[in-house]
């Protein structure tokens, strides 16, 4: 039995009357969080992640963000021009291989490549760490997962249209679009931990000096969905929200597919 205001109830009834009770909604309709585990657990696949490259780099070819590539018969891969080769194959996310849209947000450059190594990782879990947990608390774990995966695939789509052959890996797309929602999120939040203003001004300074050593193409993918899902968001009107948002969240996906798919033909990249 427990103890009640007025005498004491069985533990059945007590889980009947909680399931009566209306749970808790953020400002944005999602359900609050004591503890990020989203955001704890995007963090985690990008360590393991990393980890696995560590043991195998190989794979960084084979799960990176690239539009069209050319596979040889000893398995690597090789820069795709145009033309055909014998013995190669083509391949990339304009010949199915769709999983690179979504995989190469969780792999980074290890120490010792002629990019950044080692601080690639560091300062996108630190950039996610701090950012996630925000957001995860003002938005419920399912919405911040979909801006979070939404900024992944609008990142990647950017990539393919704009840059088909360079190839992309890094959580910062998605970072970008995270960025990008609190901004436009902040506008109605009763307290802004961070500084959107400066925020926002910091990662389009970084959008610019990062160009000439990291994909541009996939920050100003990301930033754009985020941007896009974050209004989805903010401006769903309060009858059927839940509903208003996830077409909204929907509609941006969907807005990069076509895209993704009309760059794919009017490059010819499948041909």
């Not at 007590?14 to 209306?22: G, H, L, P």
């Not at 890094?170 to 902040?186: D, N, R, T």
């Amino acid at each position: 039995m427990r103890e009640a205001p007025v005498g004491f109830r069985c533990p059945e009834c007590v889980k009947t009357d909680n399931k009566t009770v209306r749970q808790a909604r953020t400002l944005f309709g999602g359900r609050p969080v004591a503890t990020p585990w989203a955001t704890y657990t995007l963090i985690l696949l990008n360590v393991l992640a990393y980890a696995a490259e560590l043991v195998k780099p190989a794979l960084i070819d084979r799960f990176d963000v690239i539009g069209v590539t050319l596979r040889g018969s000893d398995g690597a891969y090789y820069v795709a021009d145009g033309a055909r080769y014998a013995g190669f194959t083509p391949a990339g996310v304009a010949h199915g291989e769709w999983w690179r849209l979504f995989t190469g947000a969780f792999l980074h450059e290890l120490p010792g490549s002629s990019g950044i190594g080692l601080t690639h990782i560091l300062f996108n879990m630190i950039w996610l760490w701090t950012l996630g947990r925000i957001l995860e608390d003002r938005l419920g774990r399912l919405r911040f997962l979909a801006v979070f995966f939404i900024g992944a695939l609008g990142s990647s789509v950017m990539v393919v249209a704009l840059d088909p052959t360079g190839g992309a890996i890094g959580e910062s797309g998605a970072g970008f679009a995270l960025v990008a929602a609190y901004y436009i999120l902040s506008r109605r939040m009763n307290d802004r931990p961070l500084d959107p203003k400066q925020l926002i001004i910091g990662t389009l300074l970084w959008l610019v000096l990062s160009a000439g050593f990291a994909s541009w193409q996939g920050h100003l993918g990301g930033l754009l969905a985020g941007g896009l899902a974050g209004l989805g968001i903010a401006l769903a009107p309060r009858l059927r929200r839940t509903a208003w948002q996830a077409a909204a969240l929907g509609g941006v996906a969907l807005v990069f597919v076509v895209l993704l798919v009309a760059a794919i033909r009017l490059r010819g990249l499948a041909s």
